[in-house]
C-alpha cells in the first residue's frame, strides 16, 4: 500500500516520466520477448529472447523508479551492440533496425535517470550482470546456429567463376538449318545511326544506347540547365495506373514524344515548341499492367518522293491494340498504311477484356518490316490472348507474316473463325533488330499464368523465356536459346537485347547482350545463337508443387561477371525497428528458400531471389563499343510468394479480368496481391519486394538497387556501387529526405556518351543523374518533378548536345506521376 501511495504522490509531483517509459518499452518488450520465443522454435536466433527480458526488467524497475532500471538497461544496450556488430559488422544500413531504437530506448532511460532512486542495490546489479551474460550466450548460441550453407549455384557477383567445365556445347541453343540468307531487297532500306539524332528507342534498333556526343564531359556536366519542358496532359484523373516510359526519337529538327495515351507528338528538338498532335482517343479501359507508350518506330520510305505525305513517318502501338503510322511533317494518317492509317492488331486475337491485349512497347523495324508484340497482363486466367509476334510491311501496313508458336506450319493470320493460339509466350518489352543479317531478336516472356505450368504444350516450354531470333523476311525461327528452363518465376526477359561486337581471344564477334532478372548476362553469337561466354548447367532445387516437372538444371553464365548476390540469410532481414526486423526474421525461417530457382510451393510461403523485379527490367544496359564498357543498372530484391488453392481463391472472390464480376481490388492485402490464375490449380499470393506490413519498408536490408560497369575486353567489374538516395523512401510512406545512397529499387535504363558519361533516373528518389564511366562517380544530378522510369536519350539541335528525358512516373514503383517532357544543355556559351 505504501508503495502505491508513493507512485500516486509521485505522479502528483510530475515524475510520471520513468512510468511513461516504462509503458514504451513494455509496448516493445513483450512482443520481443514472445516473437523471440517464437523465432526459436522455428530455429532462428536467440538474441530477442534475452533482450525482450532485458526492457521488461527495466521497465519494471523504472515503474518502482530504481536507479536499477539504467543499469539493467546498460547492461542490455551493451549487449546488443554487441551483438549487432557481430552479426552485421559495421554496415550502417543493417545496423538501423538494430541500433537505432536501442539507442533512442537508452536516451529515454537517461532521460528517467534523475527521477529515480538509489542505491542500486547488489541483487539488482548481480541481476543486470546475468542478464548481460544471458544476451551474450544468445549471441554464441546464434553464431552456433549459423546460416543455411551457400548453394552451388551462387554465383559471386563481381568476378566470373572458374570454369570447371567444358565449353557448353549450346545447351539450350536451336542452331538455324541454313545460314540467314541476304535479302535481294536488302540495300533498300535506310540504315538508322544514332549521333546527332536518335531514331529508335535503344539510340538504333541495335539499342546499344550510346551516342557519339561529346560536348558535355565530366568537366563541365554540372553547368548543365533545363532548356525547355513540355507537358503532354496525359494524367490519372481517378486511380488509373499510370506509369509513361517514354523514350523518344529524334531526326532531323524534330522531336517526337508519346504520352501515356499514346497522344503523338512533334517538338521543335532545339526548344520543345509544339508543332503537331495527334490524338488516338485511348480509353483509360484499355489500361492493362498500366499507360505508358515506351517509344515510337521512325521509318523513312526510300521509295517515296521527299515531299510526299508520309515519305517519313512515326509508327505507334496504342494500348487498345492499334498500330497506328503518321506523317512527321504534319501529323495525318497515312492513308496506305493499313485501313486509312490504322491496323487493326486485335485481328486474330479474338475476344478480349478491355486491357487484357495492351501493347506498351514501339514496333521494332527491321528491313521495312516492323515487328510487334504485346503486353498480356499476368496471372489472370490460361486462356489468354496469344503471344503471337507479327511483322507489318511498314508501307502498307499488310501482314507480312505471323509467328504463332502453337501452329509452327501457319505463317499467316489464321483461318475465317480461328484465332492465334491462346495463352502462348508473349513480347511486352522491345525488340532488337540487325538489317544486315535480316533477324529480329526476340526477349521473350512467360506463358499464360506465370506460377504453373502443368498444361503448357511442347513449344511453350521451348520459347518461354527465351531469346529468340526470328528471320524478319519470312517469321521462321533462325535459332532460340532458353535462358530459364520450365520457368514458373516470371523470369521473363524483360530487357532489350543490345547488338555488340563482342571481344573474344579470335577477335571481335556480332553479339546480342542480354540482361536477365535473374541478374546474368546471356552473350550470344547473334548469327548463330552460339554462346559467347561459357554457360553451365548446375543442379537447380527441387520439390514444390510440380517436382516432376521442374528443370533438373538451370543455365549459369560462368565466366562474365553477373550481379547475383549471395543467398539470403536470416541476418539479411531489415525493417525500421528490432520488432519489425524480428518479424521479418520469423517469415524468413517460416518459408520455404533453397537459393535461386526455389520452386513455388502451396503449404508455405517461398523467397523469390532475385524477384520478378530482380536484375535487369525494360531498360536494359548501355554499351560504350569504343572502350569496350558495359554500363547496367539492377534491382536486388526478394519477392516473398505462395500458391493458393484454387478453392480458397475462389472463395475470396478472385476472377480474371474476363470475368463480368471481376474486382480489380479482390485479393489484395498486407501480405500482397493474389492473382487467381484461372483454370489451374492455384492462384498466386506476390509480395513484391517482400514488405513489411504497415511500414511498408522491405525484408531484405539494403541496397535494394545498384548501378556497375564492365569491361567486355577483361570481363571484368570496373566498379559497382549502390544506386538511388533515400530522400523519398521512408517508413509508412514518409520521405526521409536523407541524401544518402541506399540503393532503391530502379526501373528505366541509361544512356553513355563518347566523352565517357553515363545519363540515368530509374532510382525512386526522382533524380537525373550523370556519372563518370570510369570511377562510377556522380559528377550533376537534377531533381525531377515525376518518377524517371524511362531511359532518357541524347541528340544535337542548333549546335548543342540536348539531353531529354520524360518524367512519367510509375504506379508499381511508387514514385508521383506525370506528364513531363524535360531537356538539359549547357548554357549557349558554353558551346
Known amino acids: 500500500m505504501s508503495e502505491v501511495t508513493g507512485t500516486v504522490r509521485d505522479a502528483r509531483n510530475g515524475s510520471w516520466w520513468p512510468v511513461a517509459v516504462a509503458i514504451v518499452l513494455i509496448l516493445f518488450g513483450v512482443p520481443i520477448f514472445a516473437g523471440g520465443i517464437w523465432l526459436i522454435t522455428l530455429g532462428g536466433s536467440w538474441y530477442y529472447v534475452p533482450a525482450g527480458l532485458g526492457l521488461l526488467a527495466t521497465a519494471y524497475f523504472l515503474i518502482r523508479r530504481d536507479k536499477a532500471a539504467f543499469w539493467v538497461y546498460l547492461v542490455t544496450f551493451a549487449a546488443t551492440v554487441i551483438w549487432a556488430l557481430w552479426e552485421a559488422g559495421f554496415n550502417g544500413w543493417a545496423q538501423v533496425p538494430r541500433l537505432v531504437a536501442p539507442t533512442v530506448v537508452l536516451l529515454l532511460v537517461v532521460s528517467a535517470f534523475p527521477m529515480l532512486r538509489g542505491p542500486t542495490r547488489l541483487r539488482t546489479a548481480l541481476t543486470s550482470i546475468g542478464i548481460g551474460f544471458f544476451l551474450l550466450g544468445g549471441a554464441i548460441v546464434l553464431r552456433d546456429v549459423g546460416a543455411p550453407p551457400s548453394l552451388a549455384q551462387d554465383v559471386s557477383p563481381s568476378q566470373p567463376q572458374p570454369d570447371n567445365s567444358e565449353p557448353s556445347d549450346a545447351q539450350g541453343v536451336q542452331p538455324p538449318s541454313s545460314a540467314v540468307q541476304p535479302s535481294a531487297t536488302q540495300a533498300n532500306y535506310e540504315v538508322l545511326e544514332a549521333g546527332s ?3 529508335a528507342y535503344g539510340g538504333t534498333h541495335e539499342a546499344k544506347r550510346y551516342s557519339p556526343l561529346d560536348q558535355i564531359t565530366p568537366d563541365n556536366v554540372g553547368k548543365l540547365e533545363k532548356i525547355w519542358e513540355f507537358r503532354t496532359g496525359d494524367l490519372p484523373e481517378g486511380n488509373e495506373a499510370f506509369g509513361n516510359q517514354n523514350t523518344p526519337v529524334k531526326v532531323g529538327s524534330r522531336l517526337f514524344v508519346c504520352s501515356a495515351l499514346n497522344k503523338v507528338t512533334a517538338l521543335d528538338a532545339a526548344t520543345g515548341t509544339e508543332f503537331w498532335t495527334y490524338d488516338p482517343e485511348v480509353s483509360t479501359d484499355a489500361i492493362g499492367y498500366n499507360a505508358t507508350c515506351r517509344g515510337l518506330a521512325y ?25 497506328i503510322s503518321l506523317d512527321t511533317e504534319t501529323g495525318q494518317l497515312c492513308s496506305g498504311f493499313g485501313k486509312e492509317g490504322i491496323v487493326n492488331l486485335m485481328d486474330g ?16 523495324l527491321v528491313r521495312n518490316i516492323l515487328v510487334v508484340g504485346s503486353q498480356v497482363s499476368d496471372g489472370q486466367t490460361r486462356e489468354a490472348p496469344s503471344g503471337v509476334i507479327r511483322g507489318y510491311n511498314a508501307v502498307t501496313g499488310e501482314l507480312a507474316w505471323a509467328w504463332d508458336m502453337g501452329k509452327p506450319g501457319q505463317t499467316g493470320a489464321p483461318p475465317e473463325g480461328e484465332i492465334y493460339t491462346p495463352g502462348t509466350p508473349n513480347v511486352w518489352t522491345i525488340a532488337s533488330g540487325d538489317d544486315q543479317l535480316g533477324l529480329v531478336y526476340l526477349p521473350m516472356g512467360n506463358s499464360a499464368v506465370d506460377y504453373w505450368g502443368g498444361d503448357r504444350s511442347d513449344e511453350e516450354n521451348t520459347y518461354s523465356t527465351a531469346i529468340v531470333a526470328l528471320n524478319v523476311e519470312t517469321g521462321q525461327v533462325a ?9 514458373v518465376w516470371d523470369y521473363d526477359l524483360g530487357g532489350q537485347g543490345s547488338l555488340v561486337d563482342f571481344p573474344t581471344p579470335n577477335g571481335p564477334v556480332p553479339a546480342i547482350m542480354m540482361p536477365s532478372k535473374q541478374a546474368q548476362f546471356y552473350i550470344l553469337n547473334r548469327a548463330t545463337g552460339e554462346p559467347l561466354v561459357n554457360i553451365e548447367e548446375r543442379a537447380a532445387p527441387t520439390g514444390g508443387v510440380e517436382p516432376e516437372r521442374l528443370s533438373p538444371t538451370q543455365p549459369f553464365v560462368t565466366d562474365f561477371p553477373n550481379l547475383l548476390k549471395p543467398q539470403l540469410t536470416e541476418a539479411d532481414m531489415w525493417g525500421a525497428t528490432p520488432l519489425d526486423q524480428l518479424w521479418c526474421r520469423i517469415q524468413f525461417r517460416q518459408a520455404a528458400y533453397d537459393g535461386v530457382y526455389t520452386p513455388p510451393t502451396v503449404n508455405r510461403p517461398w523467397i523469390q531471389f532475385p524477384g520478378y523485379n530482380g536484375g535487369s527490367d525494360w531498360g536494359g544496359v548501355a554499351v560504350d563499343p569504343v572502350n569496350n564498357i558495359m554500363i547496367a543498372n539492377y534491382n536486388n530484391m526478394p519477392n516473398y510468394n505462395q500458391l493458393v488453392p484454387r478453392e480458397e481463391v475462389d472463395a475470396m472472390g478472385v476472377l480474371p479480368i474476363t470475368d463480368p464480376n471481376y474486382n480489380p481490388d479482390a485479393g489484395s ?4 496481391s493474389i492473382n487467381p490464375q484461372a483454370l489451374t ?20 536490408q539494403p541496397p535494394y538497387g545498384g548501378l556497375t560497369a564492365i569491361d567486355l575486353s577483361t570481363r571484368k567489374v570496373l566498379w559497382d556501387r549502390p544506386f538511388g538516395s533515400a530522400r523519398k523512401n521512408g517508413p509508412f510512406g514518409i520521405p526521409s529526405m536523407l541524401p544518402v545512397d541506399i540503393g532503391t529499387p530502379n526501373n528505366g535504363g541509361g544512356v553513355v556518351t563518347a566523352s565517357g558519361l553515363f545519363f540515368i533516373a530509374a532510382a525512386t528518389d526522382d533524380i537525373l543523374r550523370a556519372v563518370d564511366i570510369r570511377t562510377g562517380k556522380e559528377v550533376w544530378q537534377e531533381k525531377l518533378p515525376a518518377g524517371g522510369q524511362a531511359t532518357p536519350m541524347i541528340y544535337e539541335a542548333n549546335g548543342r548536345q540536348i539531353v531529354v528525358i520524360n518524367a512519367g512516373g510509375h504506379d508499381f514503383m511508387e514514385t508521383p506521376i506525370g506528364d513531363y517532357f524535360i531537356a538539359y544543355a549547357l548554357p549557349a556559351a558554353s558551346n
Not at 303 to 321: G, P, S
Request: aromatic share 12%.
Open 197 to 199: 539524332d536518335w531514331p
Open 669 to 672: 492485402g498486407s501480405h500482397g
Open 349 to 364: 486475337i479474338g475476344d478480349s477484356a478491355p486491357g487484357f491485349y495492351s501493347p506498351t512497347s514501339p514496333p521494332t
Open 299 to 323: 521509318y523513312k520510305n526510300p521509295a517515296a518522293e521527299t515531299d510526299e505525305l508520309c515519305a517519313a513517318r512515326v509508327v505507334v502501338q496504342t494500348l487498345d491494340a492499334r498500330l
Open 681 to 700: 490449380p492455384y492462384g498466386i499470393r506476390v509480395n513484391a519486394g517482400w514488405r513489411v506490413p504497415l511500414t511498408g519498408l522491405l525484408c531484405k
Open 479 to 487: 535459332w532460340h536459346y532458353q535462358t530459364v528452363h520450365y520457368d
